[in-house]
C-alpha cells in the first residue's frame, strides 16, 4: 500500500468532514457529518438512532482531540488530523482501530438495519451506499467484496474491517463517504 494513496484518502476524508470549510476539524464538523448522515436516512434528528451517530461522531473527535492534545473544545488541524489518524489506522493495530471507529460503524448500521438483526443484508447495505452516492451497481458489487464469509450479511466486524482494508488501499470501498 502507497504512503501517498492512504495520504491522498484521509485528507480527502479531512476536506469532507471540515463542513465550515474553515482548514480545521472542530466538534461541530463531527456533529454536522452526523446531521448529514441522518437526514440522508431521512431520520428524525431526535430518534434513538441519530443519538446514537451523535454520540459516536462525538466520541470519535475527542479521541482525535486527545491524541492531538487540543482538548474537547480545540480544533485539529490538517496535519494533526493526518497524523493521529495514520496512527490509529496504521499503527494502533485493528482492536484499537475498532474500539475507536466501532461506534460510529455501529451507530450507521444502527441507522441502516431496518430489519433491526444488527447486520446489513444488501439492499440495506445498497441504501447505505446509496448515501454516500454510489450507485447501485457499484453498491452490489461492493457488498460482494465486504461479505467476506459469503453469508449474505455484513455484521459490524465485515464493516470495520472493510473501512480499515480502504485505507490500507486494498478495498476501493468508501463506506464512510
Partial sequence: MSTALANDRLQKRFDKWDADGNGVLERGDFQEEAAKIAHGFGKAPDSREVQALKD?????????AREAGVGPDGSLSKDQFLQVTGNL???????NFNRVLGPVVKAIIGICDKNDDGKINSSEFEAWLGGIGVNRT?????FQQVDTN??????????????????????DVELLG
Fill in 56 to 64: 459516536a461522531f462525538n466520541g470519535l473527535f475527542d479521541y482525535l
Fill in 89 to 95: 489506522i496504521f499503527e494502533g493495530g485493528e482492536a
Fill in 138 to 142: 457499484e453498491a452490489k458489487e461492493a
Fill in 150 to 171: 459469503g453469508d449474505g450479511e455484513l455484521s459490524l466486524d465485515e464493516l470495520l474491517a472493510a473501512v480499515r482494508e480502504f485505507h490500507f488501499g486494498r478495498l
